[in-house]
């Protein structure tokens, strides 16, 4: 019996187990999750796809990387035990483990260096390709905004990568699975990293790269909160010389992929805008991309805020009402206009990344707080009254006065509704299984 096989088999079928657990389980708060997204296929021209894995063609290896056995990364997570799982998704499971600080030893754990180690689950193909990316991007882009890749390993069937460990975790974690809200300038300055991170993706890398899979679950968090762009699973070289687009399979998940992407296939650096202005939203609304668990005409939250985004007088509706005021108004306001560009439905119209950032610079410091507002308290007022008469069966819309009383609407809820964890369903073509 082949014992390492034996155990690779293990720890698929532990990853299977434990990803099913993560879809149903609301309460889980995994440090890191990167998550890569399922992929489908459009009328977009296809991808040349290779017939088989030809390693020594495909996989660019820079010199900075370690290069780790699978017996040195089974020890270093402790023979993948299930309480070093930090997370799982589509691409297989990630692991918490500890090697020397400068070899590929594995040491005791909590000394040497902390590693995040990632699995790739034996899907073919399309996984293979997605980690041969993994390796090809993040080992030769070097930048703060994006997660450190230390190294890898492929030995026979077996496909492992190596990141530096993020304490803080995702996004993901801190805007929808905990119960403390992240305060506003924490809000803006991971908007404003992870901003950085695309801006030297896009116009600073030696070629331009489009990273196709901005999203919350991919931005990962240091101990200071600074945000590091991770997964690089679906990133494609951006077009260059007088083409205009890339056109490729459509691949990302849903709510987040920019609208002409996803009917025509034509990926450009403008669709990662559009991505950032989904997650620019996030964070403003403490609101999910996709949350059917929301009344009806809320379930997509761009549908939702586009009747707010363009006047300047509603916009504290698209902001989270957890922070119960602890918002720059000023800050709110420039954020909010910055999310309605990136969101424009014409690509052409929206800002470059290096634009964004330079709006995004003042905002975490900005100290202008709503709640201190007399403007803030009266909407508040309102927004007391209206959840008091809500449950009395009577809907107002909260923070509308009129004669100073608030106004009656059918259609808005009473009050927030907190948004559990649902899983958010990738992108389906309706061409999905054409060839």
């Given amino acids: 019996m082949d014992v390492g ?3 690779s088999r293990v720890v698929a079928l532990f990853c299977r187990k434990a990803e099913s657990k993560s879809t149903n389980d609301t309460s889980r708060d995994q440090p ?64 918490k483990g500890w090697v020397n600080e400068t070899g590929s030893t594995p040491v005791k754990p909590g000394t040497g260096l902390t590693v995040a180690v990632k699995t790739l689950n034996h899907d073919g193909l399309q996984g293979h390709r997605e980690w041969l990316a993994e390796v090809n991007y993040l080992g030769e882009l070097i930048h703060p905004h994006l997660v450190k890749l230390i190294g890898y390993c492929i030995e026979d069937d077996q496909r492992l990568l ?68 991770s997964d690089f699973g679906l990133a494609k070289d951006g ?9 490729t399979r459509v691949m990302g998940t849903y709510g987040y992929a920019a609208p002409e992407y996803v009917m025509t296939g034509h990926l450009t650096a403008k669709s990662d805008v559009y991505s950032f202005g989904v997650v620019l939203l996030e964070l403003l609304s403490g ?12 379930h997509n939250l761009v549908e939702w805020a586009r009747p707010y985004l ?23 306001q420039q954020a909010v206009q910055l999310a309605a560009r990136c969101l424009n439905r ?28 007399s403007y803030f308290q009266a909407m508040n007022a309102a927004r007391a009254s209206a959840s008091t008469n809500g449950r009395n069966g009577v809907r107002l819309q ?18 927030y509704r907190g948004s559990p964890y649902h899983h958010i369903q990738p992108l389906q073509s309706p061409v999905a299984n054409k060839p």
């Fill in 287 to 298: 609101r999910r991309s996709m949350d059917k668990s929301r009344p009806n005409g809320e």
């Fill in 398 to 415: 909260p923070g509308s006065m009129k004669n100073g009383q608030p106004t009656r609407s059918p259609s808005m809820p009473s009050r």
């Fill in 162 to 229: 190596v990141y530096e460990f993020m304490p803080r975790g995702s996004l993901e974690n801190h805007l929808f699975k905990r119960s403390m809200p992240l305060p506003w300038s924490i809000r803006m300055k991971i908007a404003l990293s992870a901003a950085k991170g695309l801006a030297f993706l896009h116009e600073e890398a030696e070629k331009p790269v489009i990273y196709r899979d901005f999203k919350t679950s991919n931005i990962l968090l240091d101990a200071d909160y600074n945000a590091k762009l």
């Fill in 32 to 95: 890191v999750a990167p998550v890569i997204s399922s992929s489908t296929t459009s009328n977009a021209e296809p991808e040349s796809v290779p017939s088989t894995p030809k390693i020594g063609e495909e996989l660019k290896i820079s010199s900075q990387l370690r290069k780790f056995t699978y017996n040195e990364l089974k020890m270093a997570t402790r023979n993948f035990r299930p309480d070093s799982l930090l997370g799982e998704g589509g691409f297989g499971c990630v692991f």
């Fill in 310 to 332: 363009g006047e300047r007088r509603r916009f504290y509706r698209l902001i989270d009402p957890r922070l119960e005021g602890r918002f720059s108004i000023k800050g709110a």
């Fill in 5 to 7: 096989n034996s155990k």
């Fill in 346 to 373: 014409e690509a052409k119209i929206r800002p470059a990344m290096s634009e964004v950032v330079e709006a995004l610079e003042p905002l975490p410091n900005l100290n202008d707080m709503a709640n201190s507002s």
């Fill in 239 to 247: 077009p260059e010389g007088d083409k205009t687009h890339v056109s």
